[in-house]
Structures are given as C-alpha cells and as structure tokens.
C-alpha cells in the first residue's frame, strides 16, 4: 500500500512540475539584413570619425556643392524645430545624403551649427556691406549700412536663426563667442575703421570711433531688435525707413566735424 502511494505522488509531482515548467525557447536569431546594416552603419561612422578634421572644413570647403547642400538643409531644419529635435540623421536625410557623407565634413551636430553660424555671419556681413563702396561720402556709407543692418529684423529667417544661438549659448558658451566674433564684432570693427577714416580726412570729428560705432548702431535699431526676438510686432517699411533717418541724423550731428571735438568719458583715453 505504502509502495502504491509512493508511486502515485511522484506521477503527481512530474504532472506539476511538466504543467507549470516555462518552455525553453530556441535561441533568437539576427535577421541577415538588419545585422549587415548595422555592421555597415558603424563602420562607416568609424571611417567618418577618423576621416573629419577637429573644427570641421576649412572656410574654403564651405563653398563645395556637398557643403552647401548640407549646410542648407541644416538650416532649414534649425529653423522648424528646436535645436534638441534636430539630429544628423534628419539632417543627412534633409540633405539627401549618407550620414557617412555628414560626418565626413562635420564630426557632431554642435561642429555643424557651429559652421552653420560662421555661414549665416558670412551672409549677413555680405549683405550689409555688398552695396557700399570707397568712394561714397561718409553719410551715404552709413546710411546704407543702417538700412541692411535694419533689414535682417524684418526677415522671420534671421529672427529665428539668432533665438536658436541665444537658446544655445548657456549650453554651448563657445557657440555664442563664434557668433559675436563673427558677426557683431566684425560689424563693429567695420564701422570703427569707417569713422576713423572719415575723422581722418575731416568729414567727422570722433575721438573715440569704438564707441561711436557702438552708438551709431544702438540710434538705428532702437528697441526693434528686441521687439522682433520677442515676435510683438512685425519691423515695417516706414518704421525701419523713420528710426534709420532719425538716428544717422542724430549720429552725425553729433559728431559734426563743424562741432568742438568732443571728450572721451573720464577714466578712458581717447582715440589716438
């Protein structure tokens, strides 16, 4: 009797145990395909690292058909989505090329947007400087200057562009030194150099022309840059055309060469 039960409970317990045992599963297989493309995407990547400079192309690379395609599409995307949405993937696909291709010229997306940035001042400075020229008076100079300088407010474009480098600046300190040496900075030195020549030859009388470039642009632009990074209100024709006049006409009044020459603040020396 006791044999038979002996029996019977060790049936039970294989029933159980063959019940409720979890089923050993066959070992996961890696489709062919998708295991060829990832050893692919790695070492083209690998290849891409190795290949691209340390501060991405040189200035002269970035009139390259394959750089200005990249560098475009970049843009675009920059501009319709924040810059934590962009990665190289979308932007290799905007630019219809491999990622490969992208890294190859630029080695992460800081190093594009970076490039990106000295790209946009390039244009920018272009832009405010293409229809002046050497022979001009000092006031039709300024003039054209304060109405292209004016004109980037006007333009969604350019509003947009310089709210993604101030949004990134905290992040990327480096980001927001590349834009102000390339661009304001540039633009400064510029006008400096401009007025230095015009005291020089008596058109104007500015005994300190770093400050007095800094002063000119602040009297053009007013409170419009602002108002514009805050999108309150669109940057009219006739508003760009009143604030141009009215503050190169204080500008030059102020530095007349008909005027005293006037004094550098206390504690700063003048412009020799």
Known sequence: MTHIREKVNIKLHCSVHTRFAMPRLPPKTQD???????VRTEVDDARAAQAVPAQGPAPHDRASSKVRQLLE?????FLEQPYDAVS???????????KATLYVYFPSKEALFAALVSDQCGQMADAIWSATSPSDNVEKVLRTIAQNFMAMFATTDALAFYRTIIAQAPRFPELGRTFYELGPKILHEKIEGLLRAASARGELNVPDPKLAASQFLQLVAVDIPLTGLLCLEPLTSQRNRATTESGL???????????????????????Q
């Open 32 to 38: 062919p395909k998708a295991e060829g493309t990832a």
């Open 249 to 271: 006409a204080l500008f030059l009044k102020g530095y007349s060469a008909a005027q005293p020459p006037a004094t550098a603040p206390q504690g700063q020396p003048q412009d």
């Open 88 to 98: 190289m993937d979308a932007i290799a696909k905007a630019a219809k090329a491999s």
């Open 73 to 77: 599409a970049a843009h675009v995307l």
